[in-house]
Every structure is written in C-alpha cells, then in structure tokens.
C-alpha cells in the first residue's frame, strides 16, 4: 500500500501536543474552567487514538522522527525524538485505545466529583507522558517521561486528597517508585558513558548498533558484569514502576484513586510501561545471561506471590490489583525467558515477544474488569468489600455479562479468549528454555491461583444473594460507563485472534510448535483453580478460609516499616551526629571558636592604654627602621 | 670655638629635654622644654638658619609654651609628686627610646656624606648672586650678608604658593575647632 | 669640626627622649610637650640637611620651608591639642592617661 509507505513525523508532535496542551489549560485553569474543561480532554484523547490508528499497519522499517533539540553541550547531542516501529505503533495504540475509553467512562464516574476538571487535568498530564515514553527514541527522553508519569500517577491516586488513606498512598507510590527510578539513572549513566553519550535505541550509533559491533559488543564480551550491572539497575527502573517484588508494595495503595484512574494507569498502560521498557532494551538484557536469569526470577517470584495475597484480599479493586501485579509478573517472568531463549542472538527486528502480547491482551481484560469494578462500585454507593455485594447478575446484567469474559480471559478460557494465548505463549517460552522448569511450574501455579482468586470473587460478587442494602438497590450502570465495557470485552475476544493481532501489531510469537505439556498443564491449572473456588465460595457470606499470612500481604508493609524505622533511624543518627560533629564542629564552632580566641587575644593589646599604644606605636616603628635599614640590602647595592 | 658652642647648646638641649621628661612638676617640665627649644634655635642659628631660629623662640618658646603655662594654671595641674611610678611603662619607654637612638646612631655613623664638615661646605654668596633673578636678594648677597627670610619668602611664596594657602586653610579650621571644642555645651551642665 | 653627623646624633637623641617622655609619662600634657620636642628633632635634622646641601653656594632653602610648614602645622596642633585636654578635663576632672581607656576592645 503505497500511502502508507509515507513518513507519520508530523505524528509524534501531535500526539505529544494535545495532551499537553490539555494538560496545561486544565491543570492551570480548572478554578476557572467549570465542566466545559473536560470535553477539551476527551477531544485530545479521540484525536490521539485517531492518529495512532492512522499510524497502524505501517510497512515502513523503524523511523526515528527529531521532535526537539534538547540539550547540546560540546560534542553531547541530545534530542526529543521519536522511534517509530512496530512495538511503538502497537503500544501506541493500546495506551490512546484504553486513554479513550477510560475517559468516556470517566464522564459517567467522575460526574459528581467537584474536582473532575482537575482530574482530567492529571488524566491528560498522564496521557501526554505516556505517549511520551512510547514514542521515546532514547533512554534520557524515556526517563524524563517517566518521571512525569510518576508525576501524573501521584496526581491521580492523590485526586481525593482530602482522605488521608490517599494522600498517603499517593506518597507511597511516589517514593516506591523513586527508589527504582534511582536505578534506572544509574543504569542510563552507566550506559550513556559506556558508549560514549548516545542512549538512543536506534540509529548509527545507537544502542543496538553498539552491541551489535561497536564499544558495546567490546565490553559486553570482556566486562560481563558491566552489562549485568546496567541491565539490572535499567531493570531496576521497570521494579518501581511495574511493582515487582520487593518495589510492589505501592500498587495495592494506589487503588485509593479513581476506579477509570486504576484501570488506564495501575492495571493497562503506566504499570506496563516497565515490561514496554524492558523490552525496549532486550537487545541488551539478551546480552547480559546473568540479568536475565535474576530478571525472570523476580517475575516469576511476583506472580506466584501476589497471587496468593490475591486469594485473600475483600477489596474488589485490591483483588485486581494483586492480580495485576501477578500478571505483571508474568510480563516480567517473560522477558527474562525470552532473554534467556534469545541470549547472544542480537537480531535487528524483534519478533514476536511474549511479554508484549501478554501486555496487549492483558490491557485490554483488566482494563475492563477494572472498569466493570468501577460500574460495580459506582451502581452500589462506592461499596468496594465484594462480602457486601451479592447477586449482582440480575440487577447489571451488562456489566456482569463483560466482567465475566474478562475473568474468563484473565483466567485463560482456552480458545476463546485473548489471555489464554498470550499466557500459553509465556508458558511455552518458559517449557522450551533450558533451565525453565522452575519457572515454568511457577507459571503454573500462578494460573492455577488466579482461576481460584477470580473465580472466587466473580462468585462472591455477582452470584448469591445480595448482602446488603446497596447491593439490593444496585441499578445498572449508565451508557455512558457501558459503551467503553462493551467496546473492552469485544476487544477483548478478538484481541488475540491471529488477524486482528498482525492489524494491531500485538507482536503475537508465532510458535511452530504447540507444546502437548503446556497445553494440558494450563487447563488442568484452570480448572482446579476455578473448580475448587466454586465449590468453596459458592452460597457463601463470609470467607470460609482464612490465611492471615496472604490476607496481611506477606506482611511486607510492617517489615518495610520496621526495615525504615532501623535503618533510616539509626542512618539519620549516625549522619545527625556527624553533623554535628563535622558541619557544626569543624566548619562552623571551630572557626567560631579560633575567630573569639583570637578576638580576645587581640582585645588584651586594645586595653585603651594610651600608653601601651604609644609602645606598640614605637616598636612598630623600630621594627620597620631595623628591617629595612639592617635586614633589607640598601638601595643601590 | 664654633664648635664649643655646638657642645654646650646640644647640652642645653638634651640636658632641658631630659628634664621635660622626668620634672615632676607641669611648670618645671613647661619651663624646661622653653629652654630647650631656646638651645635647639641656636643651633638652628649655627647652621646659617637664622630665620628658622627665630622663628623657633617666637612660635615655641613665646606663643605654644605660654599656652601650655596657661593651660597648666587653669587645669591647676599639681605636680606628681606621691603618685607612685608606672614601671612598665617606664621601662617600656626608656628601653624603647635607648633602642631607637642606638640605631639613630649606627644609621648616622655608617652615613658617608655624614662627616663633611661645616668648613667642607662652605657658602659661596658672591657666585650665589650671580644665579638669583631677584635683585634684593643678590643685592645682599653681593653685601656678603645670607638673606635667609627673603631666600625662604621666595620659596614659600614661588614654588609652594598653593601649600602655604592650604596651612591657611588648616591655621583656620583649627582656630574653629578650638572655639568649638573649648565651648561650654549648655545641656552637659 | 662640627660635622652633619654630629647635629643627627643630636636630633636623634632629643628625638629618643621625646619617644621616652611620650611612652613613660602618665601626664597628658607632659606627653604633648614630649611630641613637640619629637617634633623639633625633625625640624633639627632638616635644618641640618639644608646647611649641608649646598647648591649654587647657598643652603637648600626647600627644606627651610618645610620646617616652617612643620612649626605652624605644630602650633594649629598644640592649639587643638590642649582644646581637647581641656574638655577631657571637663569631664574626667583629670588629664592622665588612665582616665582615658574607654577606647577599649
């Protein structure tokens, strides 16, 4: 198709743009701007989802669009610019895709809130450093935006700030992330000095041409643990802000904010953004054996142990946050094994990669479940313990029919739904990488939990009876919450078909062979999972089980309390003593104290004697005569 | 002779100043300093500085040292006597002054131009007339007399015409900062 | 013969007992008639430099007139001086220098 053989550069500046710019006039002016501020918002969102779906189904090879020139010092160039290419256009399009549905619904939820033009505000903020880090052509622009996505997420969780629990847990989610942000800087130095000052992806002396013959390739064959070292603190970058173990902790918290603001950030887009990094660089984790092998392990290690804090949680939305942090887990888990498949290989163009598939499916299903948890939320007076709801089936039949397939893909229904590919594809890498095992059993378990987690709260919520006043009274939701669930559960069924993925550009791993073992072992996991939760839950009106270790989330909260309050104590006495003894002592009592000892010394020989002054006068006097009459040569000599 | 003249007007000298320094009383120091300033205008007179000699005795020993008697017998400053001495400073000032003056002397005596003496440098008034413009001076030369006040006069009045207004100035300032200073101020009493 | 030396060792020995007077003396008034005397010890050795640099066989009578600066920079001195111990007399009721130290650090 020769139109599509056309450069998009004037895309990128669009898409970068109008979020911005909508960011600006709403955050700047939302005193001002009563409700007419937030179609300014929803007007940008379908623009930019217009774009990217112009973008898709391009042929053309990866593109590096120059948007800004940024900075340049001496020889040091670096820009804002774009890298245009299939894992960019595909990313594109779930982040405005889920960004447009997210604030359709956000019409509906937030319709009542006093602040919802300073929450479209934050939502276009975020929607402006998401595509940032999606288009991003090297690893500094990447950071910049991806503090700025941090900026938006504590905006965001923060929204109701009036309630403590928020705005603690926006804190929390800022500083948690902070800590993996500090790597990841290391990680940008440690590269940008080991090829000399260019971070960029692409291009001539990008990254990947560096491995793949330039200072790069050198170091990475004589100094391992150089590039184990960068890898991990890059992928240290992807713990803080896809909340894997230990950095995962913000996650839960972060549900304080808006029911739309957790689907669009803290299950689709933002908290993928460290799995979309990731596999930015796979070139280089491909290179450094050792990161991948610790990589896949921190995933795996996140999956199976947020699942199991999932089983116990009565939070509706905390259950899906644990789930997401599973997930993501999986998307983790997958970049390390595909690493490890792909160690040394160095290819120009990546093929299809499990962990973005699974990130593409998964946006999409837990996009909508969240969604559907908000109607839930939003139809029983913002009652979030699923013990209080009950029978919901008859009172939203539409909302139960979407959530439904969104539990079933989250389960892994086979065949029909998207999350069973993209978990079989994972699956799959893990069953054929030498030294998977492990994990691939890891793998299992997980999906085997999830089908009992979701099960159980699908069970708990919308079958039975009602058990409560709310959940009696609870009325489907509006259209306007409705149309984006239906839009969400249809891309959900289609998402993984092998047509609409190459049209998606879902970067669908094209597997020669199915794996008998995988196959079986994941239905079997689905259905004792799903069966046993049935059985468990099912009639119930309260938890018949009861785990406090996985209810109390491992405990990892009061640990980390515990770990700040000796470290952070004991390290804050030790620095306030060397204040004292250093800063306050040595540069500030010590020249104190010689400035007023010398002071006093001096004041002794001004004792208002006029004659000790007529003394020091005349010897002062002697003293010049007999240095330059006897000491100094005489002049002329 | 001349110079037994010079040992007994240097005595004169040095002997009053010593006594300045250790009288007891105000008026005996006052009195002694006006010889001494006597001594050092004769020898001002011994070196041909006949001017500068008179006016010595006039301005120190008629005008400064009647004002100091004056101040002395208004302030009825008694004499130190009972008062007992303040050794450091005593010692402070006479180790001092025994310093300077040794070195004074080792700068004098390594001083080679030194020790010309007044016969070495002579005056030569006739061949003086024949270099000076103004007729009154080389007049007087030619007399075989040193017009000194007319020689110093010329001085003063051709080449430090603007500094001798500037001592003026300062004669009149301090004239004003005397009255001020010596005026009773109303509120302090 | 008199010899220029002899009239510096002269200025400087007045000179010295001026210094003497001026640091061992407790009386204000002793001290300033101390100061002229150190004074005068210059005036002396200017003199004494005139009379020795002859030039077209007469002294250097540029020097004279410094001397002549000096007597009347001495006398408008004196004259301000003893204003001054009279006021500190005023106040202090007393023209030693211990009277005097509130100049102090």
């Avoid at chain 1, 990866?62 to 020889?75: D, N, R, S, Y």
């Avoid at chain 1, 790597?183 to 990947?208: K, P």
């Avoid at chain 2, 310093?99 to 440098?121: C, F, K």
């Amino acid at each position: 198709m020769p139109a599509q053989e056309t450069s998009h550069a004037a895309f990128p500046t669009l898409l970068l743009l109008l979020p911005f710019l909508s960011a600006l006039v709403l955050l700047l002016g939302h005193r001002i701007l009563k409700g007419a501020g937030v179609f300014l918002s929803l007007f940008s969102a379908a623009t930019c989802f217009v774009v990217s779906v112009l973008m898709l189904g391009s042929t053309n090879p990866a593109e590096t669009v120059h948007l800004l020139p940024f900075l340049e010092i001496g020889k040091f160039r670096f820009a804002i610019d774009a890298l245009l290419d299939q894992q960019c256009r595909g990313m594109l399009f779930i982040v405005t895709s889920i960004g447009l549905l997210v604030h359709i619904f956000s019409l509906g939820y937030m319709k009542e809130d006093a602040g919802r033009v300073r929450f479209f505000g934050a939502l276009s903020l975020f929607m402006f450093s998401m595509t940032g880090i999606v288009l991003a052509g090297n690893l500094i622009m990447m950071f910049i935006f991806w503090e700025l996505v941090g900026v938006s997420s504590y905006l965001l969780i923060g929204h109701w700030y009036e309630k403590p629990s928020a705005a603690e847990a926006s804190k929390k989610a800022f500083l948690t992330n902070r800590i993996g942000d500090f790597g990841f800087m290391i990680g940008i130095l440690m590269l940008f000095s080991a090829n000399h000052g260019n971070v960029s992806f692409a291009g001539e002396d990008g990254l990947r041409a560096a491995l793949t013959g330039g200072t790069l390739q050198h170091i990475a064959q004589t100094q391992g643990n150089f590039m184990s070292i960068a890898v991990l603190c890059l992928f240290m970058g992807a713990v803080g802000k896809s909340a894997q173990f230990p950095l995962h902790v913000w996650l839960p918290d972060a549900m304080e904010g808006p029911t739309p603001v957790s689907a669009l950030i803290h299950a689709a887009t933002m908290v993928a953004a460290g799995v979309y990094m990731l596999v930015r660089v796979a070139f280089l984790i491909e290179a450094a054996p050792a990161a991948a092998q610790t990589i896949a392990w921190i995933g795996g290690i996140t999956a199976l142990m947020a699942a199991l804090m999932a089983t116990q949680q009565n939070d509706i939305k905390r259950v899906l946050a644990y789930s997401t942090l599973s997930q993501l887990g999986y998307m983790v888990m997958a970049v390390g094994l595909f690493a490890m498949q792909h160690a040394g290989a160095h290819q120009e163009t990546v093929p299809g990669h499990p962990a973005m598939f699974h990130l593409y499916t998964h946006a999409f299903f837990k996009a909508m479940l969240f969604l559907g948890a908000g109607a839930v939320i939003y139809s029983c007076h913002h009652e979030q313990d699923m013990w209080k709801m009950g029978g919901l089936m008859k009172h939203m039949p539409v909302t139960f029919a979407t959530f439904a397939i969104g539990t079933a893909s989250l389960m892994g229904v086979p065949f029909v739904t998207s999350g069973f590919w993209s978990k079989e594809a994972i699956l799959g890498v893990a069953f054929e990488v030498k030294g998977g095992s492990p994990l691939f059993w890891i793998g299992v378990a997980t999906a085997m939990l999830t089908a009992f987690y979701m099960t159980r709260l699908f069970v708990v919520a919308f079958l039975g009876k009602p058990r409560s006043d709310s959940a009696h009274h609870a009325v489907e939701a509006p259209m306007v919450m409705l149309l984006p669930l239906l839009v969400l559960a249809l891309l959900t069924l289609v998402s993984a078909v092998p047509g609409v993925t190459h049209l998606l550009e879902a970067m669908k791993p094209h597997h020669a062979e199915e794996h008998a073992t995988v196959m079986v072992a994941s239905i079997a996991a689905l259905l004792i999972g799903a069966g046993g939760a049935f059985r468990l839950y099912r009639a119930r009106d309260k938890d018949p089980v009861s785990i406090t270790l996985f209810a109390n989330k491992f405990y990892f909260d009061e640990i980390y309390a515990v770990l700040v309050r000796v470290l952070q104590d004991s390290l804050a006495w030790i620095i306030a003593g060397l204040d004292r003894l250093i800063v306050d002592g040595l540069f500030s009592r010590l020249p104190a104290f010689v400035a007023r000892r010398a002071g006093a010394a001096a004041r002794v020989l001004q004792g208002g004697h006029l004659q000790a002054y007529t003394f020091l006068l005349g010897l002062g006097v002697l003293l010049v005569i007999y240095v330059v009459v006897f000491v100094l040569p005489a002049p002329g000599h | 002779m001349p110079s037994l003249l010079f040992y007994l007007f240097a005595l004169i000298t040095l002997g009053f100043g010593l006594m300045v320094v250790l009288a007891r009383n105000p008026v005996t120091s006052a009195l002694s300093l006006a010889m001494s300033f006597v001594g050092l205008a004769a020898l001002f007179l011994s070196l041909d500085a006949y001017f500068i000699g008179i006016i010595q005795i006039l301005v120190y020993a008629g005008a400064v040292m009647v004002l100091f008697l004056f101040i002395i017998m208004l302030l009825d400053i008694k004499s130190e006597e009972g008062k007992s001495f303040n050794l450091k400073a005593i010692v402070g000032g006479v180790v001092l002054a025994a310093v300077l003056a040794v070195q004074i002397a080792a700068v004098a005596s390594s001083y080679g131009p030194g020790r010309t003496n007044l016969a070495e440098a002579r005056l030569d008034l006739p061949a003086a007339a024949e270099y000076t413009k103004l007729p009154t001076i080389a007049n007087d030369l030619r007399a075989g007399t040193l017009p000194d006040a007319k020689l110093v006069g010329q001085s003063l009045f051709q080449r430090y015409g603007f500094h001798l207004q500037v001592i003026g100035l300062l004669l009149l300032v301090g004239t004003v900062g005397v009255v001020v200073l010596s005026k009773r101020e109303k509120e302090v009493n | 013969m008199i010899t220029l030396n002899h009239y510096l060792i002269v200025s400087g020995l007045l000179f010295s007992l001026g210094l003497a007077g001026v640091v061992a003396r407790r009386n204000i008034l002793i001290i300033y008639m101390c100061l002229e005397m150190m004074l005068s010890a210059a005036n002396l050795t200017l003199v004494a430099f005139t009379r020795f640099h002859v030039t077209d066989g007469l002294p250097d009578f540029t020097a004279q007139s410094l001397v002549f600066f000096t007597i009347t920079v001495a006398a408008a001195e004196v004259a301000v001086g003893l204003a001054i111990i009279v006021a500190l007399y005023r106040t202090k009721r007393s023209v030693e220098t211990e009277s005097v130290t509130q100049l102090q650090g």
